[in-house]
């Protein structure tokens, strides 16, 4: 008798040994962040996702995706659970298939998404991707090797990369640092961990982790020309579906769930709604009210105007803090964010999808950074606002100078306006705090109009003042 049960044991441990290591081994990347950063910075981001992007607020497709989300969550391998994570999860009423996610486990589904899926084990693929780039805890793993910028700046980056999306303007980027490509548009290596986790998960919840290789073959056909945002955020690592496949094959998932009765209700409630707004409708604020009666009416949009009147030769001194002091026209407003402050005349600035944008007029801010030179600092700061800018060019060497009596460094950028498609040119001003971090100050007009602006952009940075 004894005998047989060490034999039993025997065997099912040989069992399970084969069983795992058959599948590909996962390593979270190295993260300078701790989980409850990822918590933290994920709640403040969604808080004002919420308030920015039409939630479809219907609550029997939401609690429908929370029940599958929750299926895959339970799923997720010992190692790479963490205690502090809560994985959330709802419905953007927008028409592209796409999803994303926040930092320690806020996660959004468009309902584009859930409409374009044939089965519901495709819908769970995207929502295992998503949940795996959130265990592997990516969004903060890639600013730890990003920059050396903290919490702060970390934050709004998320926001604007998430709201902003392609409508957010090229310039109101650079305030956040391009921090976007660097916190929510992946890398290869990200995106090939997040696949083959996602499908360890989706084989353990008893889905087919082919429908997940199936799903992302439907949002490539998808974008037609143009790239869909989900792709151009969660780039194909190559050969996707391939390696889906074989780790699938490695799995062996007996008779997974493809189809629900709940899968294909919720699509047919989906199917008797209006249609959903395109995203770009409803950056233009041209979307209507959504259907169901929720809070589907997008913020209203104000994008900056053509008709912006000339800078006022009449200064106003603003006192920013105990930080410093600028002039600036009379004719600007002032509009502070969490880390900057914009100085924009009427008609220069406005909002795109929630995400201030500007053509005309000054930002502000200062970035916190370990200890660089100036020189590094502001390459650093120009690196990833390129990155997340390709159209960005730079126009000859930064050149020395003064700001506000420190040692400083003026650097001329051109770019192409996302906001109005035109040409617009850009100057950069740096200088660094006693604490070592990165003081800038940014320049913005069309370029028709840069003979104007050049030298009030000038003379505003000229009338800096620091006062620590
Ligand atoms: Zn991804």
Known sequence: MKRQVSAAIVTTLLVSVSFVAAQTKITAPKNKYSPADDVK????????????????????????????????????????????????????????????????????????????ARTEGEMAGVLAHEISHVALRHGTAQASAAGKYQMGQIGSAILGAIIGG???????????FGFGTAFMKYGREYEKQADILGAQIMARAGYDPRAMASMFRTIEQEGGGRSPEWLSNHPNPGNRAEYITREAQSLRVTNPVQNTQDFQSVQARL????????TEEVARGTAGRSPT???????????????????????????????????????????????????????????????????????????????HSLEEATQELLASFAQANPQLGRSGNPTKGTLGGRAGLRTMLANVSEATGGRERIVLYTTQM???????????????????????????????????
Do not use: C
């Not at 009147?309 to 105990?322: H, L, Q």
């Open 166 to 176: 392609r409508t957010g303007d090229a310039v109101s980027q650079v305030g956040q």
């Open 41 to 116: 910075l994920g709640r403040e981001a969604a808080t004002e996702v919420e308030q920015q992007l039409p939630m479809l607020n219907d609550d029997r497709v939401d609690s429908y995706v929370d029940r599958v989300g929750a299926r895959l969550v339970e799923n997720i391998p010992t190692e790479f659970r963490h205690n502090q994570f809560r994985y959330t999860f709802d419905v953007v009423n927008l028409r592209e298939i796409n999803a994303f996610a926040l930092p320690g486990g806020p996660m959004y589904a468009h309902r584009g998404m859930i409409e374009k």
């Open 271 to 278: 199917g008797q709604m209006s249609p959903a707004p395109s």
């Open 434 to 468: 006693k604490d070592g971090s990165l003081f800038y100050l940014i320049g913005v007009s069309p370029e028709g109009e840069f003979g104007t602006y050049q030298p009030v952009i000038n003379r505003v940075a000229q009338s800096i003042r620091f006062l620590r």
């Open 293 to 371: 009666g929720g809070t589907g009416n997008p913020r209203t949009s104000t994008p900056p105007s053509a008709r912006v009147a000339a800078p006022s030769t009449k200064f106003t001194t603003y006192n920013e803090g105990d930080v410093f002091r600028i002039g600036v026209p009379s004719n600007w407003q002032e509009m502070a964010s969490e880390n900057s402050v914009m100085f924009a005349p009427q008609g220069g600035h406005g909002a795109i999808n929630g995400q201030s944008v500007f053509t005309h007029g000054v930002q502000v801010g200062i970035a916190r950074n370990e200890t």
